[in-house]
């Protein structure tokens, strides 16, 4: 992997969404990103709870990622009184949500450049900044990004969704 001195080494946790390829996807990034990957897949109404339970083993990590979802604002609290809050970063894409950007290690970005977002987009855009390898520049990997982005958003025509979703099929 060209990824940065000692940047592939580090133990990584990672919350997603159990629901669709948005929460799935970022499990692929995170170990194309990371040799040392913890993944855990909830529900919307388990994030805090799961939340926990990776904070009870907090300090065998070096960053605590959450995306496609977020936290309740008590457990935002919480955390931005504590050391935790340079450990955890949240990428998340709902309206509903962005009243967390109050929060430094909270990131929610509906739309972006006139295109809505979603979590795999915002971690791939983080990955991609942090760890200079160059798979986050192949073409392939950029459109399954976009395939995930236009599923997850709605963000397509009737004939794109034919065309595009194909290799998600294969």
């Known amino acids: ?17 159990i629901a669709d ?5 970022p ?8 040799t ?3 993944d855990f897949s909830c529900d919307v109404k ?5 939340l926990s339970k990776v904070l ?4 065998i990590y070096d960053t605590i990622y959450i995306v496609d979802l977020n936290i309740t604002d008590e457990m935002a609290q919480k955390i931005s ?8 970063k949240i990428f998340d894409h709902h309206a509903s949500n962005e009243f967390l950007n109050k929060y430094p290690f909270i990131h929610v970005v509906v739309e972006r ?17 942090i760890t200079g390898n160059e798979i986050f520049s192949k073409e392939v990997l950029k459109t399954m990004i976009e395939l995930v982005r236009q599923v997850d958003t709605f963000d397509f025509t009737d004939e794109e969704v034919f065309a595009n979703q194909t290799p998600f099929y294969f």
């Open 36 to 38: 040392n990957v913890d």
């Open 113 to 129: 450049n006139g295109l809505k977002e979603c979590g795999t987009t915002l971690f791939y855009e983080h990955l991609k900044n």
């Open 27 to 34: 499990i692929i990034l995170a170990n194309l990103a990371f």
């Open 1 to 17: 992997r060209n990824v940065r001195k000692g940047e592939c080494m580090k133990k990584i946790a990672l919350i997603t969404h």
């Open 81 to 88: 009184q504590s050391e935790l809050k340079d450990k955890i």
């Open 21 to 25: 390829a948005d929460g799935a996807f």
């Open 56 to 59: 009870e083993h907090a300090s």
């Open 46 to 50: 388990e994030v805090d709870d799961t």
